[in-house]
């Protein structure tokens, strides 16, 4: 072999041995090296959303030490941001995450959606709270903190089954899902609008005042934004609050034919 060719050998072989040992090295050390505090999530670090009001719980240590984020949570991790992710997705207050961006050494910044009370369901002499996608939130905020909060949704009303999963979950009941989901085409209403109640009842959906008149909202097949044949009912709402002040000093008679196509 001539000495030119000897010399590349050795400078490949030489090259082949440092990439072994560094790989060997990495091996090695990347364990302790991801279980160190200075790469492990601190949730303190990871950055969301302001919550809403309606919120009591620390959205993000809750997800940590539902996920096991909290002991073994490292920005080393390439899944890293998925599994923040998931963690942060099955909370009942978390809709929707839209991203996640790891920031050295261990924290994250976070886009996310918070599910937003749309409704109150009447069961059983208690208020639960729905989204408007008929999703069962928690009850802490207005049971403890604000119960008067629960006052200013309207009340989903009807023969309704109790849910059948968890909250974070569908209620199951497509009774209750298609009011909620009336209710959040309604959502933001005039507080003085009167509307006291959704009633749900053989496929069809009622509103109904404060000293009880009714407004036939009609079926309803909920779907995930508003059609535009609700987007009209609603800006006829509108329409007659504002000329009327309140639904309650409108004619029986004319609230019957407010809503008709």
């Known amino acids: 072999m001539k000495p030119n060719q000897l010399t590349t050998f050795a400078i490949a072989a030489l090259l082949i041995a440092v990439a072994v040992l560094t790989v060997t090295a990495w091996q ?34 809750e997800s940590l030490q539902n996920a096991g984020l909290d002991h073994d949570g490292s920005i080393l991790d390439r899944r890293m941001p998925e599994r923040l992710a998931t963690a942060l997705l099955a909370h009942p207050w978390v809709a929707e995450v839209q991203s996640v961006r790891l920031v050295y050494p261990n924290g994250a910044e976070v886009k996310l959606t918070y599910r937003e009370p749309a409704a109150m ?37 009807g023969t309704i089954n109790p849910p059948l999963g968890t909250v974070g979950t569908s209620w199951g009941d497509e009774k209750v899902e298609a009011a909620a989901y009336v209710a959040g085409v309604l959502q933001n209403l005039p507080p003085e609008s009167g509307l006291q109640s959704i009633l749900t009842e053989n496929e069809t959906i009622t509103l109904q005042t404060k000293s009880g008149k009714n407004l036939i909202w009609g079926k309803v097949k909920p779907s995930k934004e508003p059609t535009p044949e609700d987007i009209t009912k609603r800006e006829k709402l509108e329409q007659i609050i504002k000329l009327y002040n309140n639904l309650d000093n409108v004619p029986q008679t004319q609230l019957n034919d407010l809503l008709r196509q």
């Open 28 to 61: 090695t050390l990347r364990h302790p090296i991801s279980e160190s505090s200075n790469y492990r999530l601190d949730a303190s670090k990871i950055i969301v959303p302001e919550q809403p009001r309606w919120v009591s719980d620390n959205i993000v240590e």
């Open 121 to 157: 369901v009447e069961l059983n002499g208690g208020l639960l709270p729905v989204d408007k996608n008929g999703v069962l939130l928690r009850t802490d905020y207005f049971r403890s903190i604000a119960p008067e909060a629960a006052n200013k949704f309207p009340r989903i009303t």
